[in-house]
C-alpha cells in the first residue's frame, strides 16, 4: 500500500498531479484542507499488458530454407502462445527445404504456414514490430541488417548448415535431426526466462549468453530476476 496526499487550494480546485498507477482510494479526513488518501496499488494498464504480452521474434539466416526454418516453427510450438516467430533470408532460395519439413512433420509440428521470404518484408511498412530478432547462420549475421520496427533486441545464435552436408538421405536426415536438436535446446531455454521479470540488460544478457554456450550444452536453468 501506499500513501499519497491530496491538496486542495482556495479555489476548491484539486491540484494533486494524477498518480502514475491505478489504485482502489479510501478517503481519511483527519485533517482541514487535506484528504489523505490510502492508495491500494494495483498493476496499471501497461503492467497488465506486459504480463500479457505475446512477444514477435524474426529468425534469420541466409536463405531462409532449413535452420530459421525450424527456429521458426520451434519458437512456436515451445512457447505456447507466449511467442510469435516469425523467418526471413537476407537472400531467400524461396524454397523450404523438404528435409526440414521432413523433420517438423516427424514430430507432429505444423509446416503450412511455412515460407522462404525476404527479410525486407519484416522492414516494410506494417509489419510486425520485433521484440527479439535473432541470427542463426554466421554470414547473415555478418550482413547489414534492415531497420526493424519496434527496436528489437539482437542475437546471434550460431548453427552449422544441415544443407550443406554432403552425402545419402539418411546422412542428410541425421544432419538435420541434430540441429533441430540444438535448435530445440537453445529455444527451450529462451522461451523458460522470466521476461516479465527482467530488466532489459539482464534479458540482453541472457539471449546472448544462449548464443554463446554450446547448444548441446544449454541448460534451462532461471536466471536471477532483478
Given amino acids: 500500500m501506499c500513501t499519497l496526499e491530496r491538496q486542495y487550494g482556495g479555489d476548491g480546485h484539486d491540484h494533486t498531479h494524477d498518480a502514475c498507477c491505478e489504485c482502489l482510494l479510501r478517503q481519511d479526513s483527519n485533517r482541514q484542507g487535506v484528504q489523505r488518501l490510502l492508495l491500494i496499488a494495483i498493476p496499471t494498464l501497461p503492467e497488465r499488458l506486459h504480463m500479457d504480452k505475446v512477444y514477435n521474434v524474426l529468425v534469420l539466416c541466409t536463405g531462409n530454407s532449413a535452420r530459421s526454418i525450424l527456429g521458426e516453427a520451434l519458437i512456436n510450438t515451445l512457447g505456447k502462445g507466449r511467442f510469435q516467430a516469425y523467418s526471413a533470408g537476407s537472400h531467400p532460395g524461396g524454397v523450404v527445404n523438404p528435409f526440414a519439413i521432413e523433420q517438423l512433420q516427424a514430430i507432429g509440428y ?31 549475421a555478418g550482413e547489414m541488417c534492415p531497420i526493424w520496427p519496434g527496436h528489437p533486441m539482437t542475437a546471434h545464435w550460431g548453427f552449422e548448415d544441415p544443407a550443406a552436408v554432403q552425402g545419402s538421405d539418411a546422412e542428410k536426415r541425421r544432419a538435420f535431426a541434430q540441429v533441430f536438436r540444438q535448435i530445440r535446446n537453445r529455444v527451450q531455454s ?37
Fill in 110 to 140: 505444423p509446416t503450412e504456414s511455412l515460407r522462404s521470404k525476404s527479410w525486407d518484408e519484416f522492414a516494410a511498412p506494417g509489419a510486425p514490430e520485433m521484440d527479439f530478432v535473432f541470427t542463426v547462420c554466421d554470414k547473415a
Fill in 190 to 226: 529462451f522461451v523458460a526466462l522470466p521476461l516479465d521479470k527482467l530488466d532489459a540488460v539482464a534479458i540482453k544478457h541472457e539471449i546472448m549468453q544462449l548464443g554463446q554456450t554450446p547448444a548441446d550444452q544449454q541448460v534451462h536453468s532461471q536466471p536471477a530476476t532483478t
